[in-house]
């Protein structure tokens, strides 16, 4: 069989292939703008809050032909970043009891897709937490923009809490107690234009 014979029954196949292929496009997450916030209470109703300061990672939007635009977020944090207001709290939280930072240097998040028009609305984000060594399926709760036109200029914020002994944080579970608050604030370098 020729050739050229075999190239024009393909070139068909692979132009419908190709245009099946969703369009990926990826924005960075602006380090010196995004944060990660937590706070855990103690049991004599006051609360252990801490931030870490520097969220890096990237949203992606994934635009699957025909079906809704989607997007992802990856995003990791430096522990030995946190900040907290008193010494002594950082030091214990930044020990083996609680992050052990110098064993588990990194808190990673990675979401599964979720449709992109959820930015604007708001909506959950479901992925895998992994922190202290530990790998746990999570859902955080994605506010609504508050520029929901143009969501992907503005801060896009995500809550939710985690169970820490979940993460095989145990310690100090007399003073402290299990549900630690999240909250993110993400911001997207180089944003504009890109919904």
Do not use: Y
């Not at 024009?8 to 292939?17: D, G, I, R, S, T």
């Not at 990660?36 to 992606?60: C, D, I, M, Y």
């Not at 992994?130 to 896009?156: K, W």
């Amino acid at each position: 069989m020729k050739a050229w014979f075999v190239a024009a029954l393909l070139l068909p196949c692979l132009a419908v292939a190709a245009a099946l292929e969703p369009e990926v496009r990826s924005w960075p997450i602006d380090p010196a703008q995004s944060e990660a916030q937590f706070s855990v209470r103690k049991f004599w109703f006051t609360h252990v809050r801490g931030t870490f300061p520097e969220l890096h990672g990237t949203l992606e939007r994934i635009d699957g032909g025909n079906a809704a635009a989607l997007a992802k977020v990856d995003a990791t944090l430096e522990v030995a970043s946190l900040e907290m207001d008193d010494a002594d709290d950082r030091a214990h939280a930044l020990g083996p009891g609680f992050f052990d930072a110098a064993q588990f240097p990194v808190v990673h998040f990675d979401a599964e897709p979720f449709p992109l028009a959820e930015l604007a609305s708001g909506g959950s984000v479901r992925g895998v937490l992994a922190l202290h060594g530990e790998r746990q399926p999570v859902e955080f709760e994605l506010l609504p923009s508050e520029c929901p036109h143009q969501p992907f200029d503005c801060v896009i914020r995500v809550r939710g809490n985690i169970s820490r002994s979940a993460f095989g944080m145990r310690k100090w579970r007399g003073v402290l107690f299990d549900k630690v608050e999240l909250d993110l604030r993400i911001v997207l370098r180089t944003a504009t234009g890109a919904g």
